[in-house]
């Protein structure tokens, strides 16, 4: 069946890098998504790659997509206070249920 | 300002109560949905509609109805709550399905006592 699997819990110094992994199961999905949620908010689309890419720049996000593995990743750039939130990965799913398969959410805590 | 706007933002219910959390979108979508978010499990879809008259269940839609008379308004109906569904709900609406451009609402918490 399909299934998105993250992992739940990232800590980084600010200034530094993020990356936030994902492994993904439907080989057929047509986008994959990064959506950020801060606390007490919905879902903002922060970003997304079209299956046939392997890399997506937007200043300082970078998403890596490895189709091979199933793998996608985010990173930021210069992690701020801000970016403090929980990213969840998400898959459109072809099965002909329409709709958007989603990890658990990884919660990145940004510490000075 | 384009925007998905779901009501209440908070309930707090009993069990066995009706209830109805609404949703509307402004910009003309097609596609609406409705997920619940549980610490987790990531969210996870309720149900869906293509256009006006047309849902469809998604992975849970137990205990949930849904309709769509008018394409701006999917409201999520409750006909007897129970404190399994506690759970944030968020609505969802884009142009089509495949579209990346899927907006959310900002949830409606709800806790059924």
């Known amino acids: 069946g399909e299934d998105v699997e993250q992992s739940l819990f990232l800590s980084v110094r600010e200034g530094d890098s993020s990356v936030i992994n994902c492994t993904y199961t439907d080989s057929s999905s047509t986008y994959l998504y990064w959506y950020k949620q801060e606390p007490g908010a919905g879902l903002q689309l922060l970003t997304y790659i079209f299956s046939n890419m392997d890399m997506k720049q937007d200043q300082r996000l970078t998403v890596l997509l490895n189709k091979k593995d199933k793998h996608l990743s985010l990173r930021i750039a210069d992690t701020q206070t801000g970016d403090s939130a929980i990213y969840f990965c998400a898959e459109t799913f072809s099965g002909g249920y329409n709709k958007l398969i989603f990890g658990a959410g990884t919660r990145l805590a940004v510490h000075p | 300002e384009a925007q998905v706007t779901q009501n209440p933002r908070y309930l707090i219910t009993v069990t066995g109560k009706k209830l109805t959390v609404t949703c509307s979108q402004n910009m003309n979508h097609e596609y609406m949905s409705w997920y619940r978010q549980d610490p987790g499990l990531g969210l996870r879809q309720i149900y869906y509609?293509?256009?006006?008259?047309?849902?469809d269940k998604g992975d849970v839609p137990e205990g949930y109805k849904v309709s769509r008379k008018e394409k701006r308004n999917f409201p999520l109906i409750l006909e007897s709550p129970s404190p399994n569904q506690t759970s944030l709900y968020f609505c969802?609406?884009?142009?089509?399905?495949?579209?990346?451009?899927?907006?959310f609402g900002s949830g409606t918490q709800l806790s059924v006592l």
């Open positions: 969802a609406s884009s142009l089509g399905f495949g579209d990346e451009k899927l907006l």
């Open positions: 509609s293509m256009n006006v008259e047309v849902t």
